[in-house]
T-cell receptor, first 108, second 116 residues
Framework: AQRVTQPEKLLSVFKGAPVELKCNYS??????LFWYVQYSRQRLQLLLRHISRESIKGFTADLNKGETSFHLKKPFAQEEDSAMYYC??????????FGPGTSLSVIP | DTAVSQTPKYLVTQMGNDKSIKCEQNLGHDTMYWYKQDSKKFLKIMFS???????INETVPNRFSPKSPDKAHLNLHINSLELGDSAVYFCASSQGGLAGGGNEQFFGPGTRLTVL
């Protein structure tokens, strides 16, 4: 079954602390994974994708096929990082499955 | 300049009514999508159209009917609205579906539908 899980519905960290948003997936094919972010009163937008291996706004995510994970990390959280984060899996049928989302709150 | 736009932004209506939500993209993309975000913020794909052709049709009630007059537009028509249809509906677009290259989806601002 194709599935994306994000175990934390809510995550609060202090400003300057490291943050890790967990994502695990279940997919028998070759996965393509994304992180999308939705800031307050803004539309959902792409944060990063695993094939790019890029760092965006200080965030990185590494695909670990052995652990079927794609955790999102940032060494020093900022207040402007407070948002809803969705992990997403693209299947070979052009379907994107979103995880349930994690609401990140960065405490000043 | 808006890449993906939706109208209306808010829609409040009575149970049993029929309503439409419009979506337009000016990015030249050939694939468009409709997603439903429920009260718990869970986001689920409903439909996907590529060049006006239905590609993905998830298990949604047949009261929901997408219509794509051209590849820049994908409208969502909902018949006989029910309380459970209350949600935020997002339109999105991408180039070339999402095949190969992991193309990004661009989302609209959402339409908050409230059924009374």
């Amino acid at each position: 079954a194709q599935r994306v899980t994000q175990p934390e519905k809510l995550l609060s960290v202090f400003k300057g602390a490291p943050v890790e948003l967990k994502c695990n997936y279940s997919y028998s094919g070759s996965p393509e994974l994304f992180w999308y972010v939705q800031y307050s009163r803004q539309r959902l937008q792409l944060l990063l994708r695993h094939i790019s291996r890029e760092s965006i706004k200080g965030f990185t995510a590494d695909l670990n096929k052995g652990e079927t994970s794609f955790h999102l990390k940032k060494p020093f959280a900022q207040e402007e990082d407070s948002a809803m984060y969705y992990c997403a899996l693209k299947t070979s049928y052009d379907k994107v499955i979103f995880g349930p989302g994690t609401s990140l709150s960065v405490i000043p | 300049d808006t890449a993906v736009s939706q109208t209306p932004k808010y829609l409040v209506t009575q149970m049993g009514n029929d309503k439409s939500i419009k979506c337009e993209q000016n990015l030249g993309h050939d694939t468009m999508y409709w997603y439903k975000q429920d009260s718990k913020k869970f986001l689920k794909i409903m439909f996907s159209y590529n060049n006006k052709e239905l590609i993905i049709n998830e298990t949604v009630p047949n009261r929901f009917s997408p219509k794509s007059p051209d590849k820049a537009h994908l409208n969502l028509h909902i018949n006989s609205l029910e309380l459970g249809d209350s949600a935020v509906y997002f339109c999105a677009s991408s180039q070339g579906g999402l095949a190969g290259g992991g193309n990004e989806q661009f989302f609209g601002p959402g339409t908050r539908l409230t059924v009374l």
